[in-house]
């Protein structure tokens, strides 16, 4: 396979599940980025990762829990999510952080009911 | 409070037809990058303006970005319909965070 992998495609889980989101890249970049798109919302940015390590996380809460065992995986975990977490995750790689193209998964489409 | 504006938000237009879209940002940056997004689809890369007065041309759409005037635009000429989708830009604000307009979804009719 090429790009930026996501699995599964489509979530539905319930308030009180755990599930995880997993996002595989294939081009050899450094860095990984979870952004979550609402119907309502521009493109957020959640957790940056550069060479394993997180760099960023924007006051995402801590019922979303980010994991990068190496630079070609990354996963999101997810417990006791509520309604309004509804959204399509996307994960993106880069060669580097600091302005490198972003290369996009194609999505998960989560909802919690 | 940081903004990144796009203009317009809905586009329906006919085959064959010119139009701009515009995005204004509220921040300091010398990063731009333009997306397109398919329904159901991923984002796609499309342009990557690095510099002020970088101007950029792939087949119908053409990019361009300043800096100083916080401002690029995403020239579409002689539409067709394969070019129906959303079109995003987003800043690069530093501190490995890039902020994303709102989408320009486009509608090319024959």
């Known amino acids: 396979e090429t790009g930026v992998t996501q699995t599964p495609r489509h979530l539905v889980m319930g308030m009180t599940n755990k599930k995880s989101l997993k996002c595989e890249q294939h081009l050899g970049h450094n860095a990984m980025y979870w952004y979550k798109q609402s119907a309502k919302k521009p493109l957020e940015l959640m957790f940056v990762?550069?060479?394993?390590?997180?760099?960023e996380n924007n006051s995402v809460p801590s019922r979303f829990s980010p994991e990068c065992p190496n630079s070609s995986h990354l996963f999101l975990h997810l417990h006791t999510l509520q309604p309004e977490d509804s959204a399509l995750y996307l994960c993106?790689?880069?060669?580097?952080?600091?302005?490198?193209?972003?290369?996009f998964g194609p999505g998960t489409r989560l909802t919690v009911l | 409070e940081l903004k990144v504006e796009q203009n317009p938000l809905f586009l329906s237009m006919q085959e064959g037809k010119n139009y701009t879209i515009y995005c204004n940002y509220s921040t300091t940056s010398d990063r731009l990058y333009w997306y397109r997004q398919d329904p159901g689809k991923s984002l796609e890369s499309l342009f990557v303006l690095l510099s002020n007065g970088a101007v950029k041309q792939e087949g119908r759409l053409m990019a361009s970005l300043d800096t100083k005037a916080r401002l690029s635009t995403l020239h579409i000429t002689a539409a067709v319909h394969d070019l129906s989708a959303t079109y995003f830009c987003a800043v690069d604000i530093g501190n490995n965070d890039m902020r994303f307009g709102a989408g320009t979804r486009l509608t090319v009719k024959p």
């Open positions: 993106a790689s880069s060669l580097a952080t600091g302005g490198h193209e972003q290369f």
């Open positions: 990762y550069n060479f394993k390590e997180q760099t």
